[in-house]
Nanobody
Framework: QVQLVESGGGSVQPGGSLRLSCAASGIIYSVRNMAWYRQTPGAQRDLVAQITAGGTTKYADSAQGRFTISRDNAKNTVYLQMDSLKPEDTAVYYC???????????????WGQGTQVTVSS
């Protein structure tokens, strides 16, 4: 059983910063790509940032230059540092990871439970 547990959400004023964390636990053989998505009510879940096991990153245009994704492979944890936050960044943020639980297994996609980020004055 694999679980992704997120933390670090909350409320912040425009221009402020938050750091999200997501730790994978359970029976894990390897963790491939890890990513953060976000979703607002009535909208689809959109990619915010992604990082490969080797550290290659990709960002949505809205996150480029303000957000930084990183990971600690020893802890199976991914982080999202969010700076210069704007009201339009308000959403539920979800962690995502492709995880294999044994050798030669095709990785499955797992999701965290989501953490609310609210940017408001």
């Amino acid at each position: 059983q694999v679980q992704l547990v997120e933390s670090g959400g909350g409320s912040v004023q425009p221009g402020g910063s938050l750091r999200l964390s997501c730790a994978a636990s359970g029976i894990i053989y390897s963790v491939r790509n890890m990513a953060w998505y976000r979703q607002t009510p009535g909208a689809q879940r959109d990619l915010v940032a992604q990082i490969t096991a080797g550290g290659t990153t990709k960002y949505a245009d809205s996150a480029q230059g303000r957000f930084t994704i990183s990971r600690d492979n020893a802890k199976n944890t991914v982080y999202l540092q969010m700076d210069s936050l704007k009201p339009e960044d308000t959403a539920v943020y979800y962690c995502n990871a492709n995880i294999a639980t044994r050798w030669a297994e095709t990785p499955n996609r797992y999701w965290g439970q989501g953490t609310q980020v609210t940017v408001s004055s």
